[in-house]
């Protein structure tokens, strides 16, 4: 009985390794580059996210700089939904500039 479990414990680690490894398959293309021909603020994000997925961090970053101001955020209001933060109103505006700004300074970066 133990061995049984541990048996469909590897398998189900194993599709899962397998799925993982395969994300690069199921991207979604970009439609406003592909209708306009430029890149639009969100282009290299899945991209970065697979990378950071994997452990290369500085890739991530040069292929999306706004990936960890992002993460910032959306980490700080995950927590803040359960664990309620003084002043979190301040912090989540800060947080969103330092986002909005990071992706603003990288898409006019990408165009000079």
Not at 13 to 25: C, G, Q, Y
Not at 37 to 45: A, E, N
Not at 64 to 72: K, R, V
Not at 77 to 82: A, D, E, I, Y
Request: aromatic fraction near 16%; glycine fraction near 6%; charged fraction near 10%.
């Amino acid at each position: 009985m133990v061995i049984f479990r541990l048996l469909i414990n590897l398998q189900m680690r194993v599709k899962a390794l397998i799925l993982f490894l395969a994300l690069e398959n199921f991207m979604l293309p970009c439609f406003t580059k592909q209708l306009l021909g430029v890149d639009c603020p969100g282009c290299g994000l899945q991209r970065s996210l697979l990378f950071l997925s994997k452990g290369e961090f500085v890739s991530a970053f040069l292929m999306y700089p706004a990936i960890y101001p992002m993460l910032a955020l959306f980490t700080f209001l995950g927590v803040n939904k359960f664990f309620p933060i003084k002043y979190s109103n301040h912090i989540t505006i800060t947080l969103a500039v330092c986002t909005v700004g990071f992706i603003l300074t990288n898409y006019i970066l990408k165009f000079i």
